[in-house]
């Protein structure tokens, strides 16, 4: 099947298997990856998503898909998913310069405001006033307030507050508090008061519940409190659940079934009667399990606990493990038959916290092995920085068996020339 054509006809297109784990990359690619490009590197399987992409557009046929970029953001990705026929959210004014430039039509696009700086709704508007086909969601009246005050008069999603849904969560991103969006209780007036109040051309509601969220309950349960807000508002075309859509990070946990949680879902909404379009703007499950990182191993230490294998990728390279707890497969990639050790693998950075995992078995890490970290695609490039000196790392694409640089390495003079004494 050649480029694009999964939009015309996704009945057709190859999906591939739920997930991709870290165990399926073939090594020999791998280590000819880290040896021509050095390490850490992030590598990107873009077919991957083209399959996460149709996956998708399976389960969710009728639904309104969108891909939210900030998962990754990287101009090969959003290149990937435009090919696709995948529209996209952004939550950033320029998050949306850069789809702009990947080839977006700004029509197409949904931009969410989150707290929204000034620069960025001037500049929403000015796009909007050239392409009215864009939509914005908003989920504060002091926000409504100032995009009326712009003159924007167009189509407008409220973001609703779900409130507590069920299943474990990690929310770094977003969670069921009051940061975001109007409660369900406020919800029905709110819109009204859009209506009767505002410009805009109430076009839907939406929520966004927590990021990575893993009962299966929690997109249902959304589309059942927006689908009652929208029959008691009326009018309302379409309801928008968001993104969260879960991914197996731990190597014996089950891929998510997406055709029954698209299923339960929409029986869910059709529950309220209510005659309108599912919308789902996934950002994690479109790109997580497209990339891994290679690192190398510099250093073995042993200690009265596990040993403890210095690599070059650290806190800085995947923030994740540190930040929010996460667990990411690690596999030896030089030698996968050693017996294994129990090992903490840390990165160069002086932090305690600055480990990829922890007392962990793996087949016994040697100084010069190459380590592959793995489901690293979602807020895993996009959350890296530059904390203790250590430039971004650059990332490889593998498309149609080729392979090219899409982010070049940076270095400690990029560093230095955007710095003044
Ligand atoms: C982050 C975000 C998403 C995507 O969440 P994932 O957990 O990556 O699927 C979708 N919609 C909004 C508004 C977001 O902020």
Request: some cysteine; hydrophobic content about 40%.
């Amino acid at each position: 099947m050649s480029r694009g054509d999964a939009a015309a006809d996704p009945e057709r297109a190859p999906v591939g298997p739920a997930v991709r784990r870290v165990s399926d990359w073939d090594a020999d690619l791998l280590a000819s990856l880290a040896a021509t490009h050095d390490t850490p590197l992030y590598v990107t399987d873009l077919d991957r998503v083209r399959e996460n992409v149709r996956r998708l557009a399976r389960a969710f046929p009728d639904a309104h898909r969108m891909y939210a970029a900030k998962a990754n953001t990287g101009q090969a990705v959003l290149r990937t998913v435009l090919d696709e026929g995948l529209p996209i959210e952004c939550a950033a004014a320029d998050e949306v310069r850069r789809a702009v430039e990947a080839g977006a039509d700004p029509d197409s696009l949904q931009y969410t405001a989150v707290n929204p700086p000034d620069r960025d709704l001037d500049a929403i508007v000015d796009l909007w006033a050239d392409h009215p086909g864009m939509r914005v969601t908003a989920g504060a009246v002091d926000t409504l307030d100032r995009l009326a005050d712009r003159g924007f008069a167009g189509d407008l999603l409220l973001r609703v507050n779900p409130g507590e849904v069920g299943g474990p969560h990690e929310s770094f991103a977003v969670g069921p508090d009051a940061q975001f969006g109007i409660p369900v209780p406020r919800a029905v007036e709110t819109a009204r008061a859009v209506r009767e109040a505002y410009p805009f051309d109430l076009v839907g509601l939406h929520a966004h519940g927590a990021s990575g969220m893993a009962g299966d309950l929690t997109h249902p349960d959304a589309a059942r409190r927006l689908g009652a807000v929208a029959r008691e508002v009326g009018g309302v075309d379409v309801v928008d659940v968001g993104g969260g859509f879960a991914v197996p990070y731990r190597e014996d946990e089950a891929a998510l079934d997406l055709d029954a949680l698209a299923r339960e879902t929409r029986a869910a909404l059709a529950e309220t009667g209510v005659d309108t379009r599912l919308a789902v703007e996934p950002g994690r499950y479109v790109v997580a399990d497209a990339s891994l990182i290679l690192t190398r191993v510099n250093t073995r230490k042993e200690t009265p606990g596990p040993t403890v294998v210095g690599v070059d990728a650290s806190l800085a390279t995947l923030m994740r493990p540190s930040l929010l707890g996460s667990y990411h497969p690690v596999r030896n990639v030089t030698a996968p038959d050693r017996e294994p050790d129990r090992v903490t693998v840390g990165g160069p950075v002086c932090t305690s916290t600055d480990t990829l995992c922890e007392n962990r078995p793996i087949p016994r890490p040697e100084r010069g092995d190459l380590l592959a970290v793995g489901i690293a695609g979602a807020y895993g490039m996009e959350l890296a920085n530059e904390f203790h000196s250590q430039p971004l790392p650059a990332e490889v694409a593998v498309e149609d068996g080729e392979t090219r640089v899409v982010r070049e390495r940076r270095t400690v003079d990029d560093l230095l020339t955007r710095e003044h004494p």
